[in-house]
């Protein structure tokens, strides 16, 4: 399937809780309402001709100072799904605001979010609804803060031992 | 100089020379570092040459720790009492940039230099260092093994 039948697909099943679709370099995205996250998944990975049996990846990115942005929620959640029997691709994005930091756990869906949902909890500090172990994955349990978010300071260490700063 | 001072310079220098040439090491590899440790401890350098030949995989046998690759601020705890372990007489080699200051991972995940939570003898830079350098610092450390005193 081309990256835009994907896109075209998802717009005609969801409508308009698909907020914008594009394709930077081929990479064929589509960014969805935070609420129908759930559902848009599951339909990746269980209609017939998407079959997005694979979560490549699940990460998160922090738009706080990015130009442009001002009125847009501050983080955005992306998901990289991957079709092993028809070899396609496709890009999730939802935004998720600053005051309720709360995404619907994939876990039910893909084992492998599991440790990727820990891994943003830890740096970006987004909550993960229904996630069944949400602890540190990468970080140490007395970190406090999460350290890839952009109001993060670049000079703060919190060593377990010797000098702080 | 008294008979005992003759007596114990000439038991320093002794002791001096058998540890040089037992350096029983502990690998503490946490890194890309570690390719060049293997390359600097296989045949074609070949550190048994300066008898460091036997890398001991328990810090109680070991006399020099050789830390090599970047530390985390999660695992200096567990570098700590690695070195902790170890008895006297001991020594501690930091292997790589990572280890000497933090090299370029200045961020809040890296340690700024293993000499912030343990004593350093010496010192091997690069990123990594090339086997040469490695066999460098082990001369130097070689040099203070041999030069070190006693307490009786």
């Known amino acids: 399937m081309q990256g835009s039948d994907i896109l075209a697909r998802l717009q005609e099943r969801f409508g308009a809780a698909v907020l914008a679709v594009h394709a930077e370099h081929g990479d064929d995205t589509a960014l969805v309402d935070l609420r129908a996250v759930p559902e848009v998944l599951q339909f990746c990975r269980d209609d017939a001709a998407l079959r997005f049996d ?22 955005e ?12 691709r496709v890009r999730i994005k939802a935004g998720v605001e600053e005051e309720a930091p709360v995404v619907p756990s994939a876990v039910p869906l893909w084992p492998i ?8 909890w830890d740096m ?21 803060g999460h350290p890839l978010r952009k109001d993060y300071p670049v000079s703060r260490r919190q060593p377990l031992i010797g000098p702080r700063n | 100089m008294g008979v005992a001072d003759f007596f114990t310079t000439k038991l320093d220098e002794a002791l001096g020379w058998a540890r040089k040439y037992s350096i029983f090491q502990y690998p503490f590899v946490t890194a890309c570092c570690g390719m060049e440790y293997m390359a600097t401890a296989c045949s074609h350098y070949d550190v048994d040459r300066f008898g460091a030949g036997l890398p001991r995989f328990s810090p109680r046998q070991a006399d020099v720790l050789f830390v090599v690759g970047t530390i985390s601020h999660k695992m200096a705890p567990v570098l700590r009492r690695v070195y902790d372990q170890m008895t006297e007489p001991k020594w501690v080699v930091a292997f790589g940039v990572c280890t000497c200051t933090g090299g370029f991972y200045d961020n809040y995940a890296t340690v700024q230099g293993i000499d912030t939570i343990l004593p350093v003898d010496i010192y091997i830079p690069g990123c990594p260092p090339r086997p040469e350098s490695v066999l460098d610092g082990l001369m130097k450390l070689q040099d203070k093994i041999a030069a070190g005193r006693q307490r009786y």
């Open chain 1, 54 to 75: 694979m979560l490549m990846d699940l990460t998160a990115v922090d738009y706080l100072t990015y130009p442009g942005r001002e009125d847009a929620p501050r983080f």
């Open chain 1, 77 to 88: 959640v992306v998901y990289h799904l991957y079709s092993v029997p028809h070899n396609h």
């Open chain 1, 113 to 120: 979010a599991n440790w990727l949902e820990r891994e943003v």
């Open chain 1, 124 to 144: 970006y500090g987004l909550r993960f609804a229904d996630h069944p172990d949400l602890r540190r994955l990468l970080l140490y349990e007395q970190f406090e």
